[in-house]
């Protein structure tokens, strides 16, 4: 038996097939959990869940801006009228405005806390309601990044907005502790996705210094970020909340 299986989950942020979100949804399939794949880009989340589909699992694609509560309402009503349930949110979408503090625009800060911080509160407002109703339990599973723990160079923004991830998750595994309502921070290094190709094109020789610095001398991959994922949205990981996980080589034990 898998070891999620006839779990509903939730994954946001997974239309990028070399991205996180679309690595854990696949994962998640595999071991026997129906996901709910969403982005903004419908396209791309109807092509990760097709692939789902093809290998066996089982997997839906929904439309998802989350940066409205409107659209969270929307496909919070999809999976209460086809499951009626949820047990398992992945908070995935991201994106990452990477500028010096002096350049930061009003505009770029509220941008990158829309994404990446008001869709996490969002998110678990809705599955933490949907999750006392049915009185199961679950698990909620916010995606920051080291960018949280650590001071990071350009990513005042991206840093603020991941930093509230991290604490806001343990407000919510406090308040939600005693219904078996877990939640818990996944806290990515650098990973190798389309936004590193990019990194690695426009500056190879800063790129190859980056990577060198890292103690395990190489970047992760979506797929050991969306293992991290599937062990905190398992029965395994049934006595821990508020918890925040680094996967990242080593770099914030330095």
């Not at 916010?142 to 343990?170: D, E, H, Q, T, W």
């Amino acid at each position: 038996m898998g070891r999620l299986e006839g779990k509903i989950t939730l994954v946001t942020g997974a239309g990028n097939a070399r991205g996180l979100g679309a690595a854990t949804a696949q994962r998640y399939a595999e071991e026997g959990a129906f996901v709910y794949v969403t982005d903004l880009d419908l396209a791309g989340a109807q092509g990760v869940a097709a692939s789902i589909v093809e290998a066996g699992g089982q997997a839906e694609a929904l439309a998802h801006d989350v940066t409205t509560e409107t659209s969270w309402d929307e496909v919070f009503a999809a999976i209460e009228k086809g499951h009626g349930r949820l047990d398992v949110l992945v908070n995935n979408a991201g994106i990452a405005v990477l500028k010096p503090i002096a350049e930061l625009t009003a505009a770029d800060w509220s941008k990158q806390n829309k994404v990446c911080l008001d869709s996490v509160f969002y998110g678990t407002q809705r599955a933490v309601a949907l999750m006392r109703k049915i009185g199961q339990g679950g698990s909620i599973v916010n995606l920051s990044s080291i960018g949280g723990l650590v001071g990071v160079p350009m990513c005042g923004a991206y840093a603020a907005a991941k930093g509230g991830v991290r604490i806001f998750s343990k407000v919510v595994a406090m308040e939600c502790a005693a219904e078996n309502i877990r939640c818990n921070s996944v806290h990515p290094g650098m990973i190798e996705t389309a936004m590193q190709d990019v990194a690695r094109r426009d500056n190879p020789e800063g790129f190859k210094e980056i990577v060198g610095g890292i103690p395990m001398k190489r970047m992760g991959t979506p797929l050991d970020i969306a293992n991290m994922n599937l062990f905190l949205a398992s029965d395994e990981a049934n006595y821990i909340t508020g918890g925040e996980f680094t996967v990242d080589g080593g770099v914030t034990a330095m």
